[in-house]
């Protein structure tokens, strides 16, 4: 049988930064665990902050943290209830990247699938492009 994920977008809604289409998306599973981890955490009021910064093996590396409220100029997009906030600076690169949640053999976590990654490295947590 097929893998049939959905996954859920949205439109950033920021008053400082301008429009940019569908930045990122998240599949449903990514979504849950992010609820999930609210929770455990005790963070229920928080979003997740999407990021790309300098470093990793590749180059950048993909930074995934709970936010309790956006910075000014940041995008702010709402996925079932899950505040993003993404800054200006990471956006372009993360412009179509879809985040998955995946269990495998050597354990789970974030997936992103980053179309403008020219090359990753074998962890999947960094990437050139």
């Not at 990514?30 to 981890?37: D, L, N, P, R, V």
């Not at 997936?111 to 999947?124: E, I, L, M, W």
Request: contains cysteine.
């Amino acid at each position: 049988m097929a893998d049939t994920q959905s996954s859920t977008t949205a439109q950033p809604h920021t008053h400082d930064a301008p429009a940019m289409p569908q930045i990122v998306s998240f599949t449903d599973k990514a979504i849950e665990s992010f609820k999930e981890a609210r929770v455990r955490e005790n963070l229920n009021e928080h979003g997740i902050r999407v990021s790309v910064v300098g470093g990793g093996c590749s180059g950048y590396q993909y930074g995934l943290d709970f936010e309790e409220k956006p910075n000014e100029g940041d995008f702010v997009l709402d996925f079932s209830g899950v505040k993003v906030f993404i800054d200006p600076m990471s956006a372009p690169y993360l412009k179509g990247t879809v985040v998955d949640y995946v269990v495998g053999f050597q354990g789970a976590g974030f997936k992103f699938s980053n179309p403008q990654a020219v090359k990753t490295c074998g962890c999947g947590s960094s990437f050139s492009a």
